[in-house]
């Protein structure tokens, strides 16, 4: 068993070839838990599946698992644990009955117990205690942002993208685990390197992993004892862009007397795969696009819009943007762009995008009261095939001046929400403004409904124009007194 310094120096060759890697040997394994907490020892993980996807841009897991209480006393708390530069990546996750998904998610959250641990934890809680020795199925899903490693760094323009994912064949649980395996699933059957484990750590004596196409199996494995991890890691081939979002803002105006919804986007988007060894190669680029080969650049992206979207634009830091195309009919709505240059590893770009809808369609009014209740996505964004991440998501909704009385509900999990008032031309007090901010979140959550519930009363309504009609009459008013007055020297005053 080779140290694992030695396979970190192996990783970060930038000219490494499958002749010399050292990725098929096992790394050591080693305890994650702190000293200074261990979950209280009451759960066995009776079975565990674990699937990791790699299809995108981001590794999404999905565990399996059934948990057997092993107390005297009904238990509601499960800890999983997760090391701490990781834990800060992870996101969407959701917790939910394996066996009855109509349920609903269950709550979970990240406790801290020492700032300085390398192991923090997700508490889940389970809807009602579990009595002893009974067991329960839960599913677990999550993405890791930012977990994707190019190597070697640096390719040719025209070269294959190969990316390394580091993970434990074990899954790293706060209790002992007395059956599980992990499933790999990869892009391709480009796969050059990966750590193979010794056959005695496997319970049915096999090759470890066992491989079928673009799939891997880790496993199984007998009894595991908490807190075990056995890091192993996987190149494969992923000639596509690793788009990377590291701020999303999107900001949805609401006129009820235009009737409109109008909403805006601005993305500040980077390319994280390999960077090019040479100069950008105008020339090879061009002639490239004969043949359309499969490429790690970003050429264009799709955003699927909501039917009866109009009015749509696209402009950068420079100004608008004219290689988009916007169609929408009674079926779909699609507004395709393209960056004014092909997005390879390590280049940036930032730009928005926006278009109008009729609010109609997504606002209804309360049947007593003066409440209203607006439904819209929280956020909606690039549709690709290779998938997009995002590391800040700030969700802006306004409202119309004089709504009072806000209230939302979502399913995206939250860091902070405020209301405050976003000044326009005409506003007096300002128009009210619901901002949420949520952190790493991918694809697969957009079109996740928003609903804000809030109070507009007529009065509310007319303010605006009464405030316009006050101030013209002000105005023409003045004037006319103004013009009235008598402003010669030796004058009498006013006109009669």
Do not use: C
């Amino acid at each position: 068993m080779k140290s694992i310094s030695l396979a970190l120096l192996t990783l970060l060759s930038p000219v490494l070839s499958a002749a010399d890697s050292n990725l098929t040997q096992p790394l050591t394994s080693r305890t994650i838990l702190p000293s200074t907490f261990k979950p209280p020892q009451v759960w066995k993980n009776v079975n565990l599946v674990r699937n990791i996807n790699l299809d995108k841009s981001h590794p999404k897991e999905q565990i399996n698992l059934i948990i057997e209480n092993t107390d005297v006393k009904p238990q509601d708390e499960y800890f999983l644990p997760f090391e701490a530069g990781l834990i800060e990546r992870v996101g969407g996750l959701e917790v939910r009955d394996k066996k009855d998904p109509e349920k609903g998610v269950f709550e979970a959250q990240i406790v801290e117990y020492d700032t300085y641990s390398p192991t923090q934890f997700y508490r889940i809680r389970l809807p009602a205690p579990l009595k002893p020795s009974t067991q329960q199925t839960l599913s677990i899903s999550y993405s890791v942002l930012s977990a994707l490693t190019p190597l070697p760094t640096a390719i040719a323009q025209d070269a294959k993208q190969y990316l390394v994912y580091t993970f434990s064949a074990y899954l790293p649980s706060a209790y002992t685990t007395l059956k599980q395996k992990t499933k790999l699933k990869l892009p391709s059957t480009d796969v050059p390197e990966y750590t193979i484990l010794p056959k005695e750590s496997n319970a049915d004596g096999k090759e470890d992993p066992q491989r079928s196409g673009s799939t891997f199996e880790y496993g199984p494995y007998g009894s595991i004892p908490a807190g075990t991890v056995e890091p192993v890691k996987v190149r494969y081939e992923f000639t596509k862009p690793v788009l990377h979002v590291s701020l999303l803002e999107r900001d949805l105006e609401v006129s009820h007397w235009g009737g409109n919804l109008a909403t805006e986007e601005r993305y500040w988007l980077q390319n994280t795969g390999a960077n090019l060894t040479n100069h950008f190669s105008r020339l090879t680029w061009a002639t490239s696009q004969y043949y359309n080969p499969t490429t790690t650049a970003l050429r264009e992206l799709r955003l699927p819009l909501k039917v009866g979207s109009a009015n749509a634009y696209f402009t950068d830091d420079i100004g608008n943007v004219s290689t988009s195309r916007f169609r929408s009919s009674s079926r779909e709505a699609m507004l395709e762009i393209k960056p004014r240059y092909p997005l390879f590893g390590g280049w940036k770009y930032s730009f928005r995008v926006g278009w109008n809808n009729e609010l109609r369609r997504s606002l209804r009014k309360m049947a007593t009261g003066e409440g209203y209740v607006l439904k819209v996505p929280f956020m909606e964004g690039p549709k690709q095939v290779e998938g997009v991440e995002y590391e800040r998501v700030v969700v802006r909704v306004i409202l119309p001046e004089g709504a009072t009385d806000i209230q939302f509900s979502t399913p995206t999990p939250l860091i902070s929400s405020t209301i405050s008032h976003h000044r326009t031309f005409m506003d007096t007090l300002g128009r009210t403004s619901l901002t949420l901010t949520a952190m790493n979140l991918v694809d697969d959550m957009r079109d996740r409904e928003l609903i804000v519930k809030y109070t507009y009363s007529p009065l509310a309504m007319f303010r605006k124009p009464l405030t316009v009609a006050a101030g013209m009459f002000v105005v023409f008013g003045t004037a006319w007194v103004v013009g009235r007055m008598d402003v010669r020297i030796g004058g009498k005053g006013v006109v009669a």
